[in-house]
């Protein structure tokens, strides 16, 4: 979503890759960096375990329009910037054999 933060630089921002994660409403004072639409859902376990490929019938599930996966808020002088997936902030390693790159 067009926004201070995806327009504020040079460089234009067009895309935000998400691994999982989840979707949030947000309030009314709140600006939106990325929106979720009809192509996804939000699941609900009881156990995150739970969620395997395929994803079993009986967890519920909500439609996802209208959830945010990433929002701000102005804060002082600054800003809260909250993401529904944390994958992206953080080294990743993927397999129990994985081995740092260097």
């Known amino acids: 979503m067009p ?3 995806t327009a504020g630089s040079s460089t234009e921002i067009d895309s935000i890759m998400c691994w999982g994660g989840t979707g949030f409403k947000v309030p009314a004072t709140a600006q939106i960096i990325s ?3 009809d192509e996804y ?3 609900l376990p009881t156990d995150a375990n739970l969620i395997k490929r395929p994803i079993p019938d009986d967890i519920p599930r909500l439609p996802s329009k209208g959830f945010a996966n990433g929002a701000y808020l102005r804060f002082g002088k600054g ?3 909250i993401f529904g997936d944390g994958a992206p902030f953080s080294a990743q390693l993927y397999g129990i054999k994985s081995e740092k790159e260097e």
């Open 3 to 5: 926004n201070e933060i």
């Open 35 to 37: 929106l979720l639409d």
């Open 41 to 43: 859902e939000i699941y």
């Open 79 to 81: 800003r809260i910037v």
